[in-house]
Structure formats: C-alpha cells, structure tokens
C-alpha cells in the first residue's frame, strides 16, 4: 500500500496571500509529481522531479513553484494566490528503478482563493 | 503525442448492472496502461494495471484487457454495487524511461442506483 500525504486537506484563503501546500512520501521514490484538478475533473500536470535538486514544469503552465530538498518531500508553493488558483491540487510519486511505472497519489488539497 | 480518449459521463446504472466504460489510446511506443478511481473528495487510487499488450488487469471484480490491434483498455464489471459511485480515470504511461509520467483521459463519472 502507497503511503503518500498531503497537508492540508482543505484550505480558504484570501487573495494575495502565501501558500505551501506539502506532500511527502514514505516509500524512497524518486519521481514525484504535481497535478491541477480541474472542476471538470480533468488533470493536468504542473510540476515533476526526477530526484533531489530536481524540478521540471509540466504539459499545463502554472505560476506555483516546487522544491526537491529530500527525497520524501515535495512541496508547492504560490507567492500570490488569486481566485484563478481554485482548485484541487494532486501529488503522486513513483518508483524510478525501472521495476513499476506506477503513480501512487496523495489524497490532494482543495484550495479556495476568495 | 500520447493521448487517451474515454467515454463521456456520467453513467448512470442500477445496482448489478453490467458496466462497460470505453478508453482508447494513441501512443509511440508499448506504454504501459492504467485504471485509477476517484471517490468523492479524495486522491485517485489504482485500480488495475497491464503492462503488455493481453495482459488482463483485474481488482475489486473489474477487469481490462490490454488490446494493441485496437488500442483500447475497456474497463468491465459484471455487476456494479452503489459503492462503486466514483469517478474513473483511463491513463497511459511513457514508461520508466519517460518519466513515468501519465496521460489521463477526462474521467468518466459513474453513478450506481438502488
């Protein structure tokens, strides 16, 4: 069983205002992953890292930043928030070794920017 | 590129109905291919996996057969209960050379009735 979280589950918050959103891992995966959920249900990637000090945009342009310090921990963060940037926020990982291409995701953040 | 196409939802059925949601694919390559679901406010979860082509993923009574002379990975159950009500997600994998980074479909959202 993945063991991947996400903190915190829920979050209201005003315009022009700071956020991290944090996902860590407990499984040693290298690959870790950011995806948008839109309303619509469709997802899209924001972000991916291959290991530590790695961090690489993805398929949808987003203004948020991620960081790979450790290899458990993937946080994102928004130096602005902006009603724009309401929605549910997806991290998975994954094993890099080669033996599984499997993503195992966290159980995501719903943000409201009001 | 790689891109997956599903059946649009919702899907409505009544309990111990037959459930077939369709999912085709376009991609280079021999991916890997996925089922996840999604139940109300929370993270996707795998559902099953194949990794070649008629390969048969099954779990929890659903199944998918890995056809490459259509492309396709069509999601069966034959008898859905009420706690089957969730949102399904077809997906494709670039593999561990990729990145393993996965295509969705749109998601197709099934609704089980008494």
């Known amino acids: 069983e993945a063991d991947i979280y996400q903190t915190p589950r829920y979050l209201v918050i005003g315009t022009g205002k700071k956020i991290t959103l944090e996902c860590s891992q407990t499984m040693g995966h290298d690959k870790m992953y950011w995806y948008q959920q839109d309303p619509g249900m469709e997802l899209h990637l924001i972000h991916y890292s291959y290991g530590v000090n790695s961090t690489e945009k993805g398929d949808l342009s987003s203004e948020s930043t991620v960081s790979r310090i450790r290899t458990e921990h993937f946080p994102l963060t928004l130096e602005s928030a902006r009603p724009s940037h309401t929605s549910q926020y997806l991290c998975?990982?994954?094993?890099?070794?080669?033996?599984?291409?499997?993503?195992?995701f966290g159980p995501g953040t719903r943000l409201t920017v009001l | 590129g790689d891109s997956v196409t599903q059946m649009e939802g919702p899907v409505t059925l009544s309990e111990e109905a037959f459930l077939t949601i369709n999912c085709t694919y376009t991609?280079?390559?021999?991916?890997?291919l996925f089922w996840y679901v999604q139940y109300p406010g929370e993270g996707l979860q795998l559902l099953l996996k194949?990794?070649?082509?008629?390969d048969k993923g099954s779990n929890k009574g659903f199944e998918a057969t890995y056809r490459k002379e259509t492309t396709s990975f069509h999601l069966e159950k034959g008898s859905v209960q009420v706690s089957d009500s969730a949102v399904y997600f077809c997906a494709l994998s670039d593999g561990p050379g990729g990145g393993n980074k996965l295509t969705f479909g749109t998601g197709t959202q099934l609704k089980v009735e008494l």
């Open positions: 998975a990982s994954s094993d890099a070794s080669g033996r599984s291409d499997t993503q195992y």
């Open positions: 194949a990794t070649k082509a008629d």
């Open positions: 991609a280079t390559g021999y991916p890997s």
